[in-house]
């Protein structure tokens, strides 16, 4: 598993000013990070002895990233010129919002050349389990070379493009917002109708 020395100095984005974007369920809340485990950075089911749990908050720099991470995610995958084909019930009635922090963020960039002095590598991180990516949060929320909010990541489903895996300290340290919540379910939002148009996604 993955090891970083204490006074190992990370590869620091700083992000301000920027509107993210989340997509999440009507009954969430939309500030409320995943703590089950069950995601690409979370905190591990038995999480470090040093830095304890932690909750990360998932956003993404676009309405297209969120989407494709969040309901398309490994459907992507399929015969060249075909059309994703994605159950209805897996967008339907999902809501979006934008999201914006007061203060800037410190993020741990988790990609490109960073991931070479880290010692690791993209065909480690990008695969279907989540050992190794949640090793690797739990290592980078506990480090003190600087003390980072959150980590920088390529989408895994757009890869030109990066989200950020947020630790729910920052969620209030950097006076998180939400605002222009609002439904992208295909039945009736616009949004969403033109990003299946693009990615040629189709409800079944």
């Known amino acids: ?14 992000v301000a000013r920027k509107r993210l974007h989340r997509i999440y369920w009507p009954s969430q809340d ?11 950075y979370d ?9 304890g749990p932690f909750g990360v908050l998932y956003l993404g720099f676009d309405l297209d990233t969120c989407w494709m991470e969040t309901v398309v995610r490994g459907k992507v995958v399929r015969p060249a010129g075909t059309d ?7 967008m339907t009635d999902r809501w979006a919002c934008k999201v914006t922090a007061a203060e800037p963020l410190l993020l741990a960039r988790f990609a490109d050349t960073p991931l070479v002095h880290l010692g690791e590598c993209a ?11 949640q090793a690797w949060a739990s290592l980078l929320h506990a480090h003190a070379y600087p003390q980072v909010d959150g980590l920088l990541y390529r989408s895994r489903f757009l890869s030109d493009r990066f989200c950020i895996a947020l630790f729910d300290r920052a969620i209030t340290q950097r006076k998180l917002r939400v605002y222009q919540e609002r439904s992208i379910d295909p ?3 616009g949004e969403a109708q033109d ?6 996604v189709v409800p079944i």
Not at 43 to 51: D, E, K, N, Q, T
């Open 1 to 14: 598993m993955p090891a970083l020395d204490a006074g190992f100095r990370l590869d620091i984005e700083t």
């Open 30 to 40: 939309p500030l409320k990070p995943s703590v089950l485990g069950s995601n690409r």
């Open 43 to 51: 905190c591990p089911a038995i999480p470090a002895r040093v830095g």
């Open 84 to 90: 994703i084909l994605i159950p209805r019930a897996n």
């Open 123 to 133: 065909s480690n991180i990008m695969g279907d389990s989540y050992l190794r990516t």
């Open 187 to 189: 039945a009736t939002s």
């Open 195 to 200: 990003i299946l148009r693009r990615y040629k």
